[in-house]
């Protein structure tokens, strides 16, 4: 009995250490449409924002799918969202290689969702219905990653680990990328593809 007590609190013990919990987040939109980000909240009008971890690993280029021709063929809704929430196209691009490869019916072991990999909270926040629809995927990350920017003071890295591993972690680490394997490889990873779409994509 004494040993199943000891492995439960040593299971319940990695829990914590490897879903760290910070601060909630709260975010409010004005009557001039200026979004704003507080840990403390001031009245009923902000909104609590959900943690996010996706749990991401690398992912290898598929074999059997076509994620080049799939590229091409969302290149204009991508770069026409991009444009709505000002966002670098090229960026958009990058997270969802890394992501999905292109496969707008992508499914992780965490249970994100589509071509920008939504979790059903942030796409539920974000209303959006249809997680494999790739226009409402694509325009709810983006959204997402719109708000983020505007939280981290458009420090890009930054936005990448809060997209994979929720914005609590990133405040809870002082505004530094969380020190999670996962999450610093996911911000290397894109920011590779980033920087080599900014010179291959016109």
């Known amino acids: 009995m004494r040993n199943i007590k000891i492995i439960l609190i040593c299971f319940f013990a990695s829990l914590i250490i490897a879903y760290p919990c910070g601060a909630d987040v709260y975010r409010y939109i004005d009557k001039h449409g200026r979004v704003i980000f507080t840990d403390k909240p ?31 063929r969302y290149d204009t809704t991508i770069r026409s969202i991009a444009k709505t929430y000002k966002l670098p ?23 994100a969702v589509g071509l920008m ?14 997680l494999k629809d790739a226009k409402e995927n694509i325009i709810g990350g983006s959204r997402y990653l719109s708000d983020l920017l505007i939280m981290f003071d458009n420090d890009i890295r930054l936005a990448l680990a809060a997209y994979n591993a929720g914005e609590n972690a990133v405040k809870k680490y002082e505004n530094k990328i969380p020190p999670y394997k996962e999450t610093r490889g ?13 010179r291959t994509m016109s």
């Open 42 to 72: 001031e009245h009923k009008g902000y909104k609590k924002l959900v943690r996010t971890w996706k749990g991401w690993v690398e992912q290898k280029k598929p074999q059997n799918f076509d994620w080049v021709g799939h590229q091409k």
């Open 89 to 111: 196209y090229t960026l958009l691009h990058a997270i969802i290689t890394v992501e999905s490869w292109y496969n707008p019916n992508a499914i992780s072991k965490a249970g």
């Open 117 to 130: 990999q939504l979790m059903p909270e942030t796409a539920k926040r974000y209303g959006v219905f249809n």
């Open 186 to 198: 996911y911000v290397k990873k894109v920011m590779k593809y980033y920087k080599r779409y900014q």
